[in-house]
C-alpha cells in the first residue's frame, strides 16, 4: 500500500501547499503592538498581542502600530516682541491608546510628515 497516492511528488506538492496555506493563516503580533485588519478591504477587526489567525486571501494585515511612548522633534517657529524669528526645537512625546488603533490609521495623518 502506498503512503501518497498520488505517489511522492503529489504527496510533496500537497505538504508545500499545506504549508504554504498555515503561513498565511497565522501572524503573530508584539507585545505593545496592535495590528488592523481589514477583510475585502474594508475593516474588520483590531489583533492584539500574541498568535493571531486570519482567513487567508480575504482578511489581510494592513498596519501593525506601536503602543509603545514615541517622541517626535518639532521645529516651532516664533516671533519675539522686536519682530525677531526665532526656531525652538521642540519634542513631543505621544503614544496611541490601545482602544483607538481604529482611529488612529484611519482618521489621523502620520505625525512624522
Known amino acids: 500500500m502506498d503512503i501518497f497516492p498520488w505517489g ?20 503573530t503580533i508584539h507585545t ?3 495590528a488592523v485588519i481589514e477583510k475585502f478591504g ?14 487567508p486571501f480575504i482578511e489581510k494585515v494592513v498596519y501593525i502600530e506601536d ?28 503614544y496611541v491608546l490601545p482602544g483607538k488603533v481604529k482611529e488612529a490609521y484611519y482618521e489621523l495623518d502620520d505625525p512624522e510628515d
Do not use: C, H
Not at 477587526?45 to 500574541?50: E, K, M, V
Open 8 to 27: 511522492l511528488a503529489g504527496g510533496a506538492i500537497a505538504l508545500a501547499v499545506f504549508a504554504f496555506l498555515v503561513s498565511q493563516m497565522v501572524f
Open 42 to 55: 474594508k475593516f474588520e477587526r483590531i489583533a492584539g498581542p500574541g498568535l493571531n489567525f486570519k482567513v
Open 67 to 94: 503602543l509603545n511612548m514615541q517622541l517626535m522633534g518639532v521645529p516651532v517657529m516664533s516671533k519675539t516682541k522686536d519682530d525677531a524669528t526665532v526656531t525652538v526645537p521642540v519634542r513631543v512625546q505621544y
Open 32 to 34: 505593545k503592538q496592535a
